[in-house]
Structures are given as C-alpha cells and as structure tokens.
C-alpha cells in the first residue's frame, strides 16, 4: 500500500495547496508509486492565519482520497481551550471564528495514533504515560534524554523502539518537531542516518514540480519523523512496504 504522509500543516492554506497540487500529479504516481492513503499527522491548526481554508483542502483531499488522521498538540490545545504559543493575533482571530464551523466534525473521533503494516503513526510519541496532557502521545518529543519539560514529556530512541518492540510494531512516523529524522536499529545498534536530499523533477500535467528526496529502506526497525508541511518548503513523505522516502516541495524560481 502506498501512504503519503504529512504533518503540522499549522493553517497554512498555501502549503497544504501546493502539497495537493504536487500528490494530484499523474507524475507523482509514476515517480513513487499509487497513493492509497493520505495520512494526516496532526496539527492542522494554529500559526497559521488562514485555518477554514486549510480544513476546506483537507476536506477536499478527503472526497479524492482515502484520508486517515491522528491528532495533534495544537489540535488538542485548540479543541480544549489551552493557551499554546506561535499564533500571533490574526491566528487567534481567525481561529476563533471557526469555533461553530462544520469543518470541525473531522477531529469528532480522530485518534491518537494508527497502527498499518507494523508502522505506527502517531503526532508525537508511541509512550503509554496517561491521561496527563503534556504525557498524551501528541505531545511527547523525540529527544537526547528523557523526561517532564513543559513542552511536552520528552523520550529517547531507544524508549520508542522498545515500546514499539513490546506492541509487535517496527516503525514510527511521527512529526511534531518540525524537523526530519530517520532513527535506525541495526545490528550494530542505534543510529541516526544522514538523509541525503537529492533533486528530482516531476514533468507533466500543466507544469514542472522540483522537489528533494531522500530515500530510506525499512529493512531495519525505524523511526521516521517527517518535516513540517508549511512555509515556503513543504515537506511530506510517501511510504509503501519496502521504503520511505522524504520529500520536500520546492518554491518555484
């Protein structure tokens, strides 16, 4: 099955327009592979100025694909009424108006994780630590070390590979931090992998697409976590049984 993957679109129309654009492309399918499923992983709202279009793409997207969603921190934070920071004034303004909207209905029964072909996707982390908010899954961070920050409980590789080992599981794609990762247990023990981006060019349909991508097999247990899908850069991912491959969007020159 083939899965494109994005996260933290933080209402940004824009970028979430030009990820649409780029997934829709009859180029797409023949570079990667065909799109099953669309896997939103979370934070969809705040930053951004501009949430009731970002949810209209999403929705969107949704009548195209098969459109599978995990919550976000700033998901939960908006959804509950906790106070987060980046949202300047007009994000906040712009939020509040959308508290009645329909467009809403799509986090009514949106998980924390989501579990397929032994990857588990989820915002922030795979650790089970309660009901505490800062402890929930979409607001766990990847880290160096382990333990309570304000910004959410923070845990390490080897953490994540023995929760995912304890569940049957072998991979994590996770996102949250805004930064690319790739996290691997080989026999040699835990390693982070250098991705190489590389240039590719998607012609067809109305117009060229130049993005980046680095290409990881899933040989070994891993730990993906995908870039953000916002600003001038998009990044997202496409997976099926075999690799992972990170992309990011480029501007046009």
Known sequence: MGAVIFS???ADV???????????SPAFGKEFGPVDVLVNMGDLLH????????????????????????????????LNGILVSGSDAASTYRHEQLRDSPLLSIFDTMPMEWVDNGMLFVHGGPLDLGDQTLRLKCWQRLSHESGDFFTGYHYTAPMAFDALSKRGLTHMCCGHQHEHICCR??????IEQQLDFVPLNLTGGTSDVNLEVARVPLDYPTLLRVGGCHGDAPEFAYADSSAFTFIRLLPDE
């Open 185 to 190: 247990k080989t026999p040699d023990g835990i």
């Open 47 to 78: 930053r951004g100025s501009r949430p009731q279009e970002t949810l209209e793409k999403v929705h969107t997207l949704s009548q195209e694909f098969r459109l599978v969603s995990v919550l976000g921190n700033h998901d939960h934070a908006f």
């Open 8 to 10: 933290d679109v933080h």
């Open 14 to 24: 824009d970028a979430i327009g030009a990820f649409a654009s780029c997934i829709r």
